[in-house]
């Protein structure tokens, strides 16, 4: 059986015309379709783009599906998380510290929220290097993300009860240049 399957396959000249151009009809269709499918598989929505965690239990798994395995369970909701790819409704994400995994796009929020990077963070009064410092943030600390305007190296935050600025570099959350 598994010699006839080897085989060479001899065809005339017209027949094997005749197979190339139905093979390039059907390679045609399929590369046509791909791009609607792509649109199908996934949001439309750019990437990498940052979310948050809907629920206060999230399991962080090695591949787009239910039938992988658990890597990692985050316990609070609002932690930001950066989507760099996307399967059907699974999005593979990263977390502040760099680690990837997938999670169910129900497990996602649209909310912008951020986490504070490195050392203790002052939160401003103003957009300002010199404007009155309203609150001081620990690392790990979450909160809101209320806008980035264009152009500035702050973005308004809420957090802990406080509404002010933290410059851009103070926390994980955001892209470098976004605007929102």
């Known amino acids: ?4 399957l080897a085989a060479p396959v001899v065809a005339s000249p017209v027949k ?19 791009p609607a499918f792509a ?23 090695t591949g787009p599906g239910v039938q992988y395995p658990v890597e990692w369970i985050y316990r609070k909701s609002g932690l930001p998380l950066e989507i760099i790819a996307e399967y059907k409704t699974w999005r593979k994400v990263r977390d ?4 990837q995994g997938w999670v169910h796009q129900t497990m996602l929020s649209a909310n912008r929220t951020f986490i504070v990077t ?15 410092p309203i609150a001081r943030v620990q690392p790990f600390v979450t909160g809101q993300l209320m806008t980035c305007p264009e152009a500035s190296d702050y973005c308004r935050v809420q957090v802990e009860g406080f509404d002010g ?14 605007t929102f």
């Not at 015309?17 to 045609?28: N, S």
């Open 39 to 61: 649109q199908i598989s996934g949001s439309g929505l750019p990437l990498p783009r940052y979310v948050s965690l809907r629920a206060g239990e999230v399991n962080l798994r």
């Open 118 to 132: 490195g050392a203790t963070r002052t939160v401003l009064a103003k957009a300002e290097a010199s404007a009155r």
């Open 16 to 34: 094997l015309g005749r197979f190339a151009a139905i093979i390039l009809a059907l390679l045609l269709g399929v590369g046509l379709a791909l």
């Open 96 to 99: 502040w510290e760099g680690a």
């Open 1 to 4: 059986m598994r010699r006839a």
């Open 165 to 178: 600025w933290l410059l851009r570099t103070d926390f994980w959350g955001v892209l470098k240049a976004e």
